[in-house]
């Protein structure tokens, strides 16, 4: 960018506050940023750092009710939005100013068509609708997806999440804007996806001569995509300049932390365990010869639906022929895409879903138990789920969750409970006078920590993680890994480690085992798995990872943005 | 899909056979004797056990049940004891009136209920949702006897605008489909307030926002055909509730219906007439879920797909 030109989009003092029972909060503090033609500027911060509420006040899109503009302009191609009345600003959304959300499963309208939706978006204001089927066709053959006549007549849940992040891309071209706010538009999606999208929005920048303004908490997908990338932490800019710049020379410790938090692909090398946190003092894991394994498992099957009258047979099995085992305080990586049944051999394994085959949990087989006779293997085995926010009864609070598996399973008087939930808060290094809030009183981070005290609750030897850090920042991902590491060196756990994230499977798992369609592709040490993968598909997943934190390198579209400096 | 409405069929017929036997036992059980009654005051024990003959209530309860289900079977409901008619006959000419008053009454309260909760939603929090909401909660509370003798009184006494009772021309239907669909638009009115208030904070309302669309169809055509999906199964379900009312409403107005029918013959014990009408009630029921349920994939795409 030269500085000769004014630039398409600036914004200057913008600031925001939000209604609360105590007044008006500053949440958005002066915010400076432009936007040059053709540029691709990247905000990054983590969730609560005002990432979305600047993308949100550019669409004036806040919720009125709760947030309020306090100040600031906002100059498009030199005309000043900021004074505009609603009704001369609703022209520019979608023409001028277009916005892709976080996610695509619920973005799009369940009840209308895709091609429905797709014209309106081309016609949202104006006469030239024209031949508005052909333009919607031609809008979702722009965006690379399969057979596009086809999609204008299928309905949202006909389509996968990439393909509806494809068609949300879609509208928000559809009327070639100026601009194209994209918040977190791949967090929600499988790595691969991410990558094909990414590499969708390059190309399309450069077709459409569009700006883009990309939102996301993934330095990663910063590297891979930024021309300029801004950095912001509590409601405020606290470093901008070129991608280049900021990744080799941060001056923050805000930038550095995001840098240091997206654990790198290949960082382990050369190294079998994860990296050990404690001093070398930490008690063995393994402490006599040929332990009794923490989990075995052999020709594992799982078919849902199966049994009903109507639909005998027929049905492809979630899972097939799994075969695994986990040694105790060892951690196994189950890794690969939303529906390769990853979620459902963790389920299957805790007796939470019918299967065939045989499970051994602390040498105890579960095939076949009675309820009661599965309640001594659940103290045993215990799990950690994704969404810290939708695990906990937002009506119990915290000390009374991790308090409850002790109550089901009849251990100690309460006032020993009340101990215990204590040490076990300070064990997940949250205050124990933290037990008497109630979940809304937690950020995500704390939550999951709390899903950790009471999945620990019962002194499991076997814990089940289903993707538990994904719904999780950057940043307070890695803490909350590394006290998962921690946790395992000091109690010799054994984890059952489910994401679809190959950086955070490399950093946490001693085996790894890639699966695809209900079947294991791969499976050995971690260092076999990542360093001299055999299956194409672990290498597919492998290549897919934004993980290129120096932009130094060629980016992965090769012959987009050729991107070397010296 | 021919396979499910033949099973939801099956199932109607069940729950018609459950309807009757219940009503059966209830009304042959009852203390009042509907011989004694028919013999008339004068009556000697011996003219009340003919009649009782004649009636066939001398017979076991379980053979009068079954004689009762074989004449179902072939679209008899019985004769009534008073009038000595057909019941199937008595009902079928009051139905008309009855099927006039319904459609006219879940008119009012859709399209009041809707409108009103469509509107207190979009103004969430300002007067005008509040003064909806505690409309509606006055709606749903007034014993609707009450709110017809209202009516009456303010737009037949006073002013005259509209006839006291009576059933023929459009003006007479007005007072009772009103008494009718306010308790139901009240309930609406809450029910589609809720559901637009959740449906306006989703994601792709937000993106339809974005798109540039107006707010009238951001409102109209996103918001709306979702936050129905639930109110639909809903009214379905109302239809119940609809036969307790029109009992009231058509003894307040002298609607010539089936409620009314059903009124006389309780104060008679004319019990096949109370037979056949609450059969009748059960079968509107019956149908109106039926509607509903294969109305639901034909507005959701998502149950379609199973």
């Not at chain 1, 990309?214 to 912001?232: P, S, Y």
């Not at chain 2, 059980?29 to 008339?40: E, F, N, Q, R, S």
Request: with cysteine.
């Amino acid at each position: 960018m030269t500085g000769a030109t004014p630039p398409l989009l600036a914004v200057q003092g913008l600031t925001i506050d939000a209604r609360t029972p105590a007044g008006l909060k500053r949440v958005l503090d002066g915010i400076d940023f432009t936007l040059g033609r053709e540029e691709t500027l990247c905000l990054a911060g983590e969730s609560g750092s005002g990432k979305s509420l600047t993308a949100l006040a550019l669409m004036r899109l806040l919720p009125a009710a709760s947030l309020r503009v306090a100040g600031g302009s906002i100059r498009l191609d030199g005309c000043e939005l900021a004074g505009l009345s609603e009704r001369a600003f609703r022209p520019l959304r979608g023409r001028d100013i277009a916005m892709v959300f976080q996610e695509p499963m619920t973005s799009l309208n369940p009840v209308m068509t895709v091609g429905a939706q797709l014209m309106e978006s081309i016609r949202a204001y104006g006469r030239e609708s024209g031949d508005a089927r052909g333009r919607a066709r031609d809008a979702l053959d722009a965006v690379q997806i399969s057979d596009p006549a086809r999609r204008l007549g299928q309905y949202p849940h006909e389509l996968s999440g990439g393909m509806r992040q494809r068609v949300m891309i879609a509208m928000a071209l559809a009327r070639r804007p100026k601009v194209l706010i994209a918040d977190e538009p791949t967090t929600a999606l499988d790595v691969t996806v991410q990558a094909e999208i990414l590499r969708l929005m390059r190309d399309l920048r450069r077709d459409f001569a569009t700006s883009i303004l990309l939102i996301t908490h993934d330095m990663g997908v910063v590297a891979e995509m930024a021309d300029r990338v801004a950095v912001m932490r509590a409601g405020r800019i606290v470093e901008q300049g070129p991608v280049l710049d900021v990744f080799e020379r941060p001056r923050e410790a805000t930038t550095r932390e995001l840098l240091a938090a997206v654990p790198r692909l290949g960082a382990l090398r050369g190294t079998d365990g994860p990296p050990r946190l404690g001093p070398a003092t930490a008690k063995p894991s393994a402490p006599a010869a040929e332990p009794v394994p923490a989990l075995v498992v052999h020709d594992l099957s799982v078919t849902y639906g199966a049994g009903g009258w109507f639909r005998r047979g027929a049905l492809a099995p979630a899972v097939a022929g799994v075969c695994f085992d986990l040694a105790p305080g060892q951690t196994l990586g189950l890794v690969g895409e939303s529906g390769s049944g990853k979620s459902t051999t963790g389920k299957a394994v805790l007796g939470l879903v019918p299967f065939t085959g045989h499970v051994a949990v602390d040498g105890t087989a579960i095939a076949g138990l009675s309820a009661r006779d599965m309640k001594p293997v659940r103290r045993r085995a215990q799990m950690i789920f994704q969404d810290p926010y939708a695990s906990l009864d937002p009506r119990m609070t915290a000390g009374d969750a991790i308090a409850e598996p002790l109550a089901i399973h009849g251990i100690g008087c309460r006032a020993e409970r009340r101990d215990r939930v204590a040490e076990l808060l300070r064990r997940v290094h949250l205050p124990p006078e933290h037990a008497s809030r109630f979940p809304h009183e937690f950020s995500g981070g704390q939550r999951q920590r709390l899903c950790i005290a009471r999945a620990l609750a019962l002194e499991p030897t076997l814990i089940v993680a289903d993707e538990s850090v994904s719904a999780l920042d950057a940043t307070v991902r890695a803490r909350v890994l590394d006290l998962l590491l921690e946790l395992q060196e000091e109690l010799g756990l054994a984890f059952l480690f489910i994401s679809h994230d190959m950086a955070v499977v490399e950093r946490m798992s001693h085996r790894v085992a890639v699966m695809r369609s209900g079947r294991i592709v791969e499976s050995g040490s971690r260092r076999e798995v990542f360093e001299t993968p055999r299956d194409p598909y672990t290498r597919a997943l492998l290549d897919a990872v934004p993980q290129r934190l120096s932009p130094t390198c060629t980016r992965s579209t090769g012959n987009t943005t050729p991107f070397t400096i010296t | 899909m021919a396979l499910t409405l033949l099973k939801r069929l099956a199932g109607a017929a069940l729950i018609l056979l459950g309807v009757a036997a219940v009503t059966f036992l209830l009304l042959y059980g009852l203390p009042a004797d509907p011989a004694a009654m028919i013999a008339g005051r004068s009556a000697t024990a011996a003219s009340i056990a003919a009649v009782r003959h004649q009636l066939g209530l001398d017979l076991p309860l379980p053979e009068q049940f079954w004689r009762y289900l074989a004449g179902l079977a072939h679209g008899d409901l019985g004769r009534s004891y008073i009038q000595r008619t057909a019941v199937g006959t008595l009902i079928a000419a009051r139905l008309p009136a009855t099927l006039v008053l319904m459609v006219c009454g879940i008119g009012v309260e859709v399209a009041l209920g809707l409108t009103l909760g469509v509107l207190a939603a979009v103004r969430r929090d300002r007067a005008l949702d509040r003064a909806v909401m505690t409309l509606s909660f006055v709606g749903v509370s007034a014993p609707q006897f009450i709110v017809a003798l209202l009516l009456l009184y303010v737009f037949a006494a006073q002013l005259g605008w509209l006839p006291m009772s009576g059933y023929g021309t459009p003006a007479h239907a007005v007072l009772p489909a009103l008494t009718l669909g306010l308790l139901g638009a009240g309930w609406y009115a809450r029910m589609v307030r809720s559901a637009m208030v959740d449906v306006l904070d989703r994601d792709y309302v937000r993106t339809a926002r974005a798109k540039g669309l107006s707010a009238g169809r951001v409102v109209l055509r996103h918001a709306l055909p979702n936050a129905l999906l639930p109110i639909v199964a809903m009214i379905g379900i109302d239809v119940g509730q609809f036969m307790g009312g029109v009992v009231v409403v058509e003894a307040v107005y002298g609607w010539p219906g089936i409620g009314q029918l059903a009124f006389q013959a309780i104060q008679q014990v004319d019990v096949p007439i109370i037979m056949g009408v609450t059969l009748v009630s059960a079968l509107a029921v019956v149908l109106g879920n039926l509607l509903a349920d294969l109305a639901a994939p034909l507005l959701d795409p998502r149950i379609r797909a199973r």
